[in-house]
């Protein structure tokens, strides 16, 4: 079993900057891959970006060049810098934790970017 906590959600002006920071607990050392997917209102939930244990990473095609992932497999914790916020960001981001093939999920924190 994995247990994700995400944390640093909150409101931001457009243009703005925040950092999510998700950690990790139980069988960590099952996990291979580590990222973020968010979901806003009826919208489907889609990726934002991965990390994978020799931090190869991905992102989705709205966060490129906006977004940085960061692992520290030293603290268990993934990192998501986001930079130049946009109104269209906001959404409940969700972390995930791949371990043997499947998918672990955090709560989600709430990340509301207006004026």
């Known amino acids: 079993q994995v247990q994700l906590v995400e944390s640093g959600g909150g409101l931001v002006q457009p243009g703005g900057s925040l950092r999510l920071s998700c950690a990790a607990s139980?069988?960590?050392?099952?996990?291979?891959?580590m990222g973020w997917y968010r979901q806003a209102p009826g919208k489907e939930r889609e990726l934002v970006a991965t990390?994978?244990?020799?931090?190869?990473?991905n992102y989705g095609d709205s966060v490129k060049g906006r977004f940085t992932i960061s692992r520290e497999n030293a603290k268990n914790t993934v990192s998501l810098q986001m930079n130049s916020l946009k109104p269209e960001d906001t959404a409940v981001y969700y972390c995930i934790g791949t371990a043997y093939g499947f998918n672990y999920w955090g709560r989600g924190t709430q990340v509301t970017v207006s004026s």
């Open positions: 139980g069988s960590i050392f099952s996990i291979n891959v």
């Open positions: 990390i994978t244990s020799d931090d190869s990473t």
